[in-house]
């Protein structure tokens, strides 16, 4: 073996959200893989000090194109809990659909744009040469977003999601008729899903740490109270959790990494099957069986699989649900608490700390912030994608060592869907970014 | 006709607006157009060249270098650049809340930040298509117009108009800040419509009169420091354009 240096680097990646690269630089048997965040800080955690508590969802939004809904969920979250404020579970019942939601049309997104045709080397989705793939995934993926909307007040950047509950009620009428398009697209998406679950994908069993949120006898997403449960058995609370966080600065890139008390964590679609799968839907559960799950981060891609036909049954189920307890006129236990925005501002006086996690689309996502008079002090965003930097730069060394003989060229391409497959989002991560 | 379709520093909202809500119309869009860029969607032709188009549409704000390399580029290999987005035509929350960081604070190995600027900054933006994100409806009405040749328009009434239109309770009239007034019409008063106010996500309205509004909120003892904070929100390096007007 030659001890020349050589660099593999996928300059900018193709098929994900923002900007980014990986490089690998191989010396002998030393091997070292950086994970750069290329995407430009827009400081809207920084943008959030000194402004009134309740601006927190609608800045937050901002953050993702793809799970705008959840940052303002969780933004809505962390501001209620900093300030004492309490919600009814109707809001807490409509939160979470919302959230479901998000979550179905963000994976969507992923399998059905960046990853299935990357993995099966075509230059676009447009190319597949099954072109039901693309008119089925492309129709979930819209349905998705409609629900949104009518839930949201809109399909992007939902202003409807507000510190103590929702500006305006849901109405029935429309609730009953997103559940029931969503329904009519579940055979549909069968096929979609058997098409993902087909895939061949490498393999790249590495131990590491798997982290969910964990409740007994639920797949929780959007949980109130769930636990945050680690691979090796320990259980935290989500205050405990967070307080283990800490904030790693790399010099190249944009945002810095998260490590959970100095070690590797992995969070996510994958992690989220190996801790929970027993409590999934019944129809995500009887494919679930058909995959051995084991810690290899190219299975994400089937776990999100799973997950589609979880978050479509458990819309279907908690939508039917819903639309019995809510009615067409406005109800006060759905609406917002409080007189949000006055004048005076709404929370003068008020002070305290809020911390939130839910499970994200790419795994945990914890929002925390601090408010003082009623206006936000400090403000922190820490995202799966960061959480997850540390594993895929583990990975990627991993695989470089493991698939060497397959030559270069190829193993870039790989690099770049394993990169991929833990459908990092760059946008997100910068939400953290270097500068304080 | 070549299309291409960049993203800059950005949520990316505006293009998966864009994805979304054509759904399976991608499909019309894909085979009627020679589209060799459009990130999200395909494997842009060339690597990472930046290739000819006719028209192009750029998401997101000039924060990086990379970003201003790439826009160059793009104004140079594009007949015709459309911002696409309130980040591409005022620069965002993000040209505010770039302002004020000690940027030179921390140097990175490949990438230079700066304060943000919309691409009107950079380059020449040859039309503008705001919103936060922007309209489906917007854009392929402006494409189809800039396939004929003829210049696109977007909406030249207020959010106000519509929120009337819709009888929704005015929320100034519950002292809380809503702008309005000021903002672009185009949404159908999405927000006001579910309770919220207007923060002007899409832009000054072409009728914005600052004084008139700052003397109406005055009156319905309406807070005018909020006002204003919110009014740089959205309105990035545009706020110029509306506050010249006053004092
Ligand atoms: S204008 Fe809004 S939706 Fe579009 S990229 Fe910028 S932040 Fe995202
Ligand atoms: S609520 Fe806002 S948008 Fe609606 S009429 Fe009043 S000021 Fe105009
Ligand atoms: S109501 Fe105002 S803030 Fe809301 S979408 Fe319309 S222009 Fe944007």
């Known amino acids: ?436 | 006709m070549k299309l291409a379709f960049y993203s800059l520093t950005s949520c990316e909202g505006c293009l998966t607006t864009l994805i979304t809500k054509l759904g399976p119309d991608l499909e019309g869009l894909w085979n009627n157009f020679d589209i060799d860029y459009f990130k999200l969607v395909r494997e842009p032709v060339g690597g990472s060249r930046i290739p000819k188009a006719d028209i192009a549409f750029v998401e997101g704000a000039v924060v990086t270098n990379l970003d201003r390399e790439q826009l160059l580029e793009i104004r140079k290999n594009s007949r015709f650049v459309v911002a696409l987005g309130t980040c591409a035509s005022s620069g965002n929350i993000a040209y505010t809340a770039s302002r004020g960081v000690d940027l030179k604070g921390r140097r990175l190995r490949d990438v230079e930040i700066s304060e943000a600027e919309p691409i009107s900054s950079v380059i020449t933006v040859d039309y503008e298509l705001s919103g936060c994100p922007v309209s489906a409806e917007e854009f392929t009405d402006a494409l189809l117009r800039l396939v004929n040749s003829i210049e696109p328009v977007q909406p030249d009434f207020s959010v106000c108009y519509e929120c009337k239109m819709k009888g929704n309770d005015c929320l100034l009239e519950k002292r809380r800040v809503c702008l309005g007034p000021l903002a672009m019409g185009g949404c159908g008063a999405a927000c006001t419509s579910v309770g919220a106010p207007c923060f002007s996500c899409r832009g000054p309205a072409a009728e914005a009169d600052l004084d008139a509004y700052l003397k109406t909120i005055e009156k319905k003892g309406v807070d005018r420091q909020r006002a204003l904070m919110l009014l740089h929100m959205f309105t990035g390096k545009k706020v110029k354009e509306v506050l010249k007007n006053e004092q």
């Open chain 1, 1 to 436: 073996m030659s001890s020349k240096e050589i660099i593999i680097d996928t300059s900018e990646l193709r098929f994900i959200e923002g900007h980014g690269r990986l490089t690998v630089k191989i010396s002998g048997k030393d091997v070292v893989a950086e994970f750069h965040n290329l995407e430009g800080p827009r400081f809207l955690t920084k943008y959030l000090r000194g402004k009134p508590a309740e601006m927190a969802p609608r800045v937050a939004s901002r953050i993702c194109g793809l799970c705008y809904t959840v940052h303002s969920i969780s933004a809505a979250e962390a501001v209620e809990r900093a300030l004492g404020i309490k919600v009814s579970k109707e809001v807490r019942d409509l939160r979470n659909v919302l959230y479901l939601a998000n979550n179905l049309r963000s994976h969507m997104m992923h399998l059905l744009y960046l990853s299935i045709p990357a993995i099966e080397g075509l230059i676009s989705v447009l190319r597949m040469r099954d072109k039901n793939v693309f008119r089925v995934g492309s129709r979930i993926l819209t349905k998705a977003t409609e629900l949104i909307e009518i839930w949201g007040g809109r399909s992007v950047h939902v202003p409807n999601v507000v510190v103590g509950g929702f500006g305006a009620p849901i109405r029935r009428k429309e609730l009953l008729k997103s559940v029931k398009d969503l329904a009519g697209l579940l055979e549909d998406a069968q096929g979609f899903v058997r098409y993902a679950m087909d895939l061949e994908l490498p393999d790249l069993e590495r131990y590491r740490v798997l982290a969910a949120s964990k409740k007994p006898g639920t797949y929780p997403i959007y949980s109130e109270d769930a636990a945050i449960a680690l691979s090796d058995g320990s259980i935290m609370n989500g205050q405990e959790y967070y307080e283990g966080l800490e904030e790693v600065t790399k010099e190249y890139s944009t945002s810095k990494h998260v490590y959970f008390k100095d070690t590797e964590i992995t969070v996510g679609a994958l992690s989220r099957m190996m801790l929970n799968r027993r409590y999934l839907s019944f129809g995500a559960r009887t494919l679930v069986e058909e995959v051995e799950w084991r810690i290899n981060p190219f299975l994400v891609v089937k776990a999100q699989a799973v997950e589609v036909i979880h978050y479509m049954e458990e819309l279907i189920r908690l939508g039917g649900e819903l639309a019995d307890v809510i009615m067409e006129t406005e109800n006060p236990a759905v609406c917002s608490v409080v007189d949000l925005e006055t004048a005076e501002g709404a929370y003068g006086g008020s002070k305290g700390r809020g911390v939130f996690i839910a499970e994200a689309p790419r795994g945990m996502l914890c929002h925390s912030c601090e408010v003082e008079d009623g206006l936000i002090k400090e403000y922190r965003v820490y995202t799966p994608t960061a959480v997850n930097s540390m594993s895929i730069e583990r990975d990627a060394v991993e695989l470089v060592k493991r698939f060497r003989p397959i030559g270069m060229e190829k193993l870039k391409f790989i690099l770049e869907d394993l990169v991929r497959s833990y459908d990092p989002c760059l946008s997100c991560a910068v939400s953290l970014d270097v500068y304080g």
